[in-house]
């Protein structure tokens, strides 16, 4: 049986085609699981082995017709070595103190939030930030969603957003201060996550979709060997 004939009793519903938001000459058309569908960690477990992600209360995947861009990625992270660049961002945020909630429904977390994507997400389709979206789009009801909170000298500068699979950890969002450049926060958190779930006894962290013609995805091919889903299997990526 194959891992896609598993989806036999879930109901999967399809967006109209519309533009890409990684491929400005690209249509998308995006497959998610219908809302109605009782869904559990083990249930989105399976669909995330097999290319699925989460965005607020939603499972989707990209099936675009001309396209197939967008290719699921993941670290294993018992194969994984830091580069050079990875061990100098990991001892320079080794001052952090960082703390595992379980919610992070606060003015501090959401003013962080609303000021990470009014400065580095000016352009995005989630400008601007409100409160209604930070609730709908970091929140889930599964019970997997764990918030990792990265403070410097007591003040909050990053929040990491993942769900623990028992087939991962997954890397929902990360957003942090925009001031703190130097510090190369994005990356340092998925470095601190790949530990996390090493020390979990996790075999992955899953990072999205991986795209090879856009910027703002390159920095996942940094963390290496990468899997990607491809033809239903999953296969280290050749360079």
Request: glycine share 6%.
């Given at each position: 049986m194959s891992q896609f004939s598993q989806l036999d009793s879930v109901r999967l519903l399809a967006t109209l085609p519309h533009p890409c938001g990684y491929l400005d000459d690209q249509e998308a058309t995006t497959v998610?699981?219908?809302?109605?569908?009782?869904?559990?960690?083990?249930?989105?477990?399976?669909?995330?082995?097999?290319?699925f992600r989460r965005s607020g209360n939603y499972l989707y995947r990209p099936q675009c017709t001309h396209c197939q861009a967008c290719i699921p990625a993941r670290v294993p992270v018992d194969l994984f070595i830091?580069?050079?660049?990875?061990?100098?961002?990991?001892?320079?945020?080794?001052?952090?103190?960082?703390?595992?909630?379980?919610?992070?429904?606060?003015?501090?977390?959401?003013?962080l939030y609303a000021r990470y994507i009014e400065q580095r997400h000016g352009d995005g389709?989630?400008?601007?930030?409100?409160?209604?979206?930070?609730?709908?789009?970091?929140?889930?009801?599964?019970?997997?969603?764990?918030?990792?909170?990265?403070?410097?000298?007591?003040?909050?500068?990053?929040?990491?957003?993942?769900?623990?699979?028992?087939?991962?950890v997954s890397a929902i969002y990360t957003f942090y201060?925009?001031?703190?450049?130097?510090?190369?926060?994005?990356?340092?958190?998925?470095?601190?996550?790949?530990?996390?779930?090493?020390?979990?006894?996790l075999p992955s962290l899953y990072l999205g979709y991986w795209i090879a013609q856009c910027q703002k995805m390159a920095y996942k091919s940094q963390f290496q060997p990468l899997e990607i889903l491809q033809n239903n299997r999953w296969s280290l990526k050749s360079d």
């Open positions: 998610f699981v219908d809302p109605q569908t009782p869904v559990d960690q083990r249930l989105y477990s399976r669909l995330s082995e097999m290319g830091p580069n050079r660049n990875q061990r100098r961002c990991w001892r320079r945020n080794r001052d952090l103190d960082v703390f595992h909630l379980k919610d992070i429904d606060t003015d501090e977390h959401y003013g389709e989630m400008y601007p930030p409100s409160r209604d979206q930070f609730r709908s789009f970091l929140n889930n009801a599964w019970g997997s969603t764990r918030y990792l909170e990265f403070r410097a000298r007591g003040r909050l500068i990053a929040t990491a957003v993942t769900d623990v699979l028992s087939t991962g201060d925009p001031d703190e450049i130097k510090r190369s926060l994005g990356s340092y958190s998925v470095l601190y996550q790949i530990e996390w779930a090493r020390r979990l006894g």
